[in-house]
């Protein structure tokens, strides 16, 4: 049992974090089923460190050695005289004064002679016991490796073990040699030092004398602290510098750049915009307290006896809620921003847009009553609303697209800006998925599973990933304040985005009874998706260089970064899990809810936060406290982290005990505490939320707080006013 | 470029792309897979109360947990005897012109998939316990509670169907509980889930991906022994429990029981073969015949029973799969 378990705890591991995804992509690659492709190269592999590790230490020693002979050797024949001239000439300036007035009666002996401490040789002995101590740390870890291997790697097996004591009899061997060395050179150094001290008991000549002042004086020099600032009082006749603050009291948060309130924004678009953002954040908070809950329901079944509550109920309604409440309503209403600015002209019509606001708002209300009370559509994840109230969200879609056709219709820049082609691709793409989706004439039997496989992944890719997308390629940029890196980059993705996603909709029924061919095309399609995937990380990322240094200075700039490193591990983790070899073990298990999370959460939320926190200081001018902005930043990195990490892990082992033939229960006992760490890294998520609706709330009002300025001119307004 | 320039060929061009696409991956097959898939010829078709069963399945969202397809992969035995094929589910359609259809396959099984669970867990009396509160029968279980589809009476009428719940799960409530008609209409469904065996002695699809066979060679030579607490978790632990004494009033405990502990097998393989049901007048529900409907092989019986003989304080003769071999063919000739 040990034996056959062995392995697969590593291959557990080796899957586990999805930020190493890549692996599973090798272990495709060699079209083996598995993950056995690591033992006997792994064991060739640390072997090959291992002497290498030896042969280092063992050349080191050798030109160690040669050193100290060579060094004992041009010690004998040195000129002394010359050497203490050296010496003098690198005195500093406390030795400078000891030795100019030392009294040479020999009373007194207070030349305090310069520490040589050999700090080179200590840093590098150090670090070559530390390399060295790695090696053998790495040896015990991989020690149990050798015993799942048979047969001829039991050859290897054997020179392994001969080697973990000879190298550690090589460790300390070096150590002895190296201080051996030491000693020599101290014993050298102090030999010299008693000819050096004979040597400045006799009074230096006045040339000496004079050139030592000299020195001193030099020494001695510091600056006047105003050579680049001059005498003159400051001024700033452009008026560049606002907000002067004298306090010099310790910050408890580092101070971040402030937004810049944009001039010139219609009001209406405004307000607009800001109701769907607060709409799109009372969705999250209500989406995630659900989501919460659901997750407290795995560790304690009983919490209630609620038909309206029970498990089965409520998890649509935290995944619809967030869908189409949260992120959707988050989404367009950046989009709303970005759409009329990018076009360099105004919004085409805004009763439209409060109509789809509206729209959205009573589909997510309506969609989740009906949930609750046991009305849903028959069971497809994300398709759980009943048609009649999709159809609100589907007239909403509608809407929003003529509104940003005719926006775009009438832009008064010639191109058309790469956000949106992802933002109206998005609406397109959500409408048509929904329509074929939604149509209540059809999809009998398998038709039904085909279209959910379509629809799903569509919906996520299609629609969420297509317009947040866009919304990056906005806001990213504008916040770093430099153009995006490739507009072909992006363009490479917009094209072959369309074409490998749409086909990867079944992947999330591979084994299952739909036609085979298909769920290979899926399978392809989400290799595919490695093309867009890293052209449009790479345009990001590219887009930073040269301004990496504005992270620490910005508090949005965090939130773009998360979102771009979930973008690419996240994603690439999608395309990992659609193999075959890789179903057998993930597939059905809650791998699947760890990767939603990771995407939908780590991506899509993470970019509507940044493009949030970008956008409604520039519409309000008022900014949310840095310190709850902080918060809600690293509250949900974490959170997000301890619920998907463990997840991953205990989803991998339970999926390889399915594959074992274990007892069901037995799979459903061991994830307990993974879905103790899942409630725990819920919470976290949920207490960021409370905090972002703190920010979203402080950047919608002025606070209460009366600005004096303002007051003061009002009064004067109004008395000038009642004079006359 | 001109194209990219001209909003209307652009946005045009992607959504005849997306839209060819579609039709291609999504619409076509689905289209031809609604149209060239019957379902088999002696599938059963759902009851009434089993099609209303369905309704309250779907409307408690239990698919979030519960698939309902056998894949054709080998660790996917477990739940059926065949891999789900296509003509499964050709005989659903949609609900009701509101309601989409649903195949209720699932894409989670944080519980067990149900795709066969009318041959495998056929009991009412168990089913009806597990609703009320799962963890009556299965303690480590986190499934729902379902009490609301259960009343209490005080005098429970001829025709009401009582539930034998343990005290500690009525909190304080007294009197008898009752299944509503909604918890028998959920349970008619559940025993609705059966596989159809395929026509005319037709091959079954292959499961991939086989298992290795477990050798587990040990020095004396012995032939291959299974995992008998392994097969008994699965196969009767629902009902007996992890410790083997049932539950009060509603599973016989094997525990000191005297068919178990009794030195001639017959009775008790006949028992788990064919089921049981000489013990209702102690309120013990039938037992179903576990062996026949989860078609556990002789080699199989023989590790439960040694496992039951030799568990809980039980010490007796250990069988031999031969001795079981036989008394089964023995059964099945009878049957015939």
Sequence with gaps: MKKKWYPQFIKGLLLTAGLISFSSLFAQATGKPGFYFTHLNGLLLFLFVLIFFMLA??????????????????????????????????????????????????????????ENTNTLLKTISVFLL?????????????????????????????????????????????????NLIK???????????????????????????????????????????????????????????????VSSALPVVVQKKRAVKRPNIDPRLSQLVLWYIGCAAFWLLFGTTVGEYLGIKFVAPDADHVSWLSFGRLRPVHTNAVFWGWASLGMLGLAYYTVPRVSNTKLASFKMGWYSLHLINAAVLLGTICLMAGINNGGGEYREYIWPVMLLFGIALVLTLINFLRTIARRTTKEIYISNWYIVAAL???????????????????????????????????????????????????????????????????WTQILFYTLIG????????????????????SVGMVIPVVAGTTNFIMTFKGAWHKITDSYTLPFFLVGIIFYFTGSLQGTAEAFRSTNLMWHFTDFTVAHSHLTMYGIISFFVWAGIYTVIPRLTGR????????????????????????????????????????????????SAPYWLWRAIGGSLMWISHLFFAYNIYKMLTAGGVVDVKEAAFEKLNQKSESTI | MEFFDNHKKLFGATFLLFLGLTTLVAILPAIHNQRNNAPLPNAEVLSDDAVKGKAVFIANGCVAC??????????????????????????????????????????????????????????????????YNPRIVVKESIMPAYPWMFTIKEEPAKADVVVNVPEEFLKGKTGKVVATRQALQLVAYLQSLKQTPLP?????????????????????????????????????????????????????????????????????????????????????????????????????????????????????????????????????????
């Design chain 1, 623 to 670: 900014e949310a406290p840095q310190i709850t902005v902080g918060a809600h930043f690293w509250f949900a990195l974490i959170g997000l982290l301890f619920y998907t990490v463990p997840l991953m892990y205990g989803s991998t082992l339970k999926g390889l005990m399915w594959i074992d033939g274990k007892p069901f229960m037995e799979s459903v006992i061991f």
């Design chain 1, 130 to 178: 530390l390399s060295l101590n790695s090696g053998q740390l790495f040896a015990q870890e991989a020690a149990p490796d050798k015993g799942s291997v048979l047969g001829e790697t039991g050859i290897i097996i054997t020179i392994v073990l001969l080697l973990i004591p000879i190298s550690a009899g090589i460790v300390f061997m070096v150590i002895k040699v190296l």
């Design chain 1, 506 to 525: 079944t992947h999330h029924f591979v084994f299952s009874s739909i036609p085979w061919w298909l769920q290979t095309v899926a399978i392809v399609g």
């Design chain 1, 57 to 114: 230490a063992v050349l080191y020693l050798k030109f160690k050695t040669g050193e100290m002979i060579k060094m004992n050797k041009r010690l004998k024949q040195r000129n002394a005289d010359k050497n203490f001239d050296r010496y003098i000439a690198n005195l500093n300036s406390k030795q400078i004064e000891a030795y100019l007035n030392y009294k040479r009666d020999g009373s007194s002996t207070k030349i305090s002679l310069p």
């Design chain 1, 183 to 245: 000693q020599n050179r101290n014993r050298l150094n102090l030999a010299e030092a008693d000819q050096l001290a004979q040597y400045l008991a006799t009074p230096p000549d006045e040339d000496t004398r004079a050139a030592l002042l000299k020195r001193k004086e030099a020494l001695d020099y510091t600056p006047a602290h105003n050579e680049l600032s001059g005498n003159l009082s400051p001024q700033d006749s452009r008026g560049l510098i606002s907000s002067i603050s």
């Design chain 1, 428 to 494: 397109i793409f959500g409408l048509v998925i929904s329509i074929v989706a939604y149509v209540p004439w059809w999809q009998d039997g398998l038709g039904e599973t085909i279209i959910q496989g379509y629809y799903m992944h569509q919906g996520v890719g299609m629609w969420f990933m297509m317009m947040t997308l866009g919304l990056v390629y906005y806001y990213l940029p504008q916040q770093l304040n430099r153009p995006i890196y490739s507009y072909s980059l992006g363009i490479l993705a917009y």
């Design chain 2, 200 to 336: 005319d002695g037709r091959p079954a699809p292959e499961f991939l991906y086989k298992r290795a066979e477990k050798k587990i060679a040990a020095a004396d030579g012995a032939a291959q022994g299974l995992d008998g607490a392994a097969l008994y978790a699965t196969n009767c632990q629902s009902c007996h429990q992890a410790n083997g004494e049932g539950l009060k009033g509603a599973f016989p405990s094997l525990k000191d029981s005297k068919i178990v502990l009794d030195d001639n097998p017959e009775i008790m393989v006949n028992i788990i073969m064919n089921g049981y049901n000489g013990r209702e007048k102690e309120g013990f529900p039938p037992m179903p015949a576990v062996g026949t409907d989860n078609k556990l092989s002789a080699e199989e019986i023989a590790a439960i029973m040694n496992h039951e003989k030799t568990s809980w304080g039980n010490s007796a003769k250990q069988v031999t799969p031969e001795q079981i071999k036989q008394i089964v063919d023995a059964i099945k000739v009878k049957a015939n």
């Design chain 2, 66 to 131: 519960h698939t309902q397809q056998v894949r054709n992969v080998d660790m996917d035995k477990t739940w059926g005897s065949r891999p789900s094929i296509a003509a499964d589910y050709a005989g659903i359609h949609r609900t009701d012109i509101w309601r989409n259809t649903a195949t209720l396959m699932g894409t989670e099984r944080t519980g067990p998939d149900l795709t066969n669970i009318g041959s495998r867990q056929p009991s009412i009396d168990w089913n009806l316990v597990h609703l």
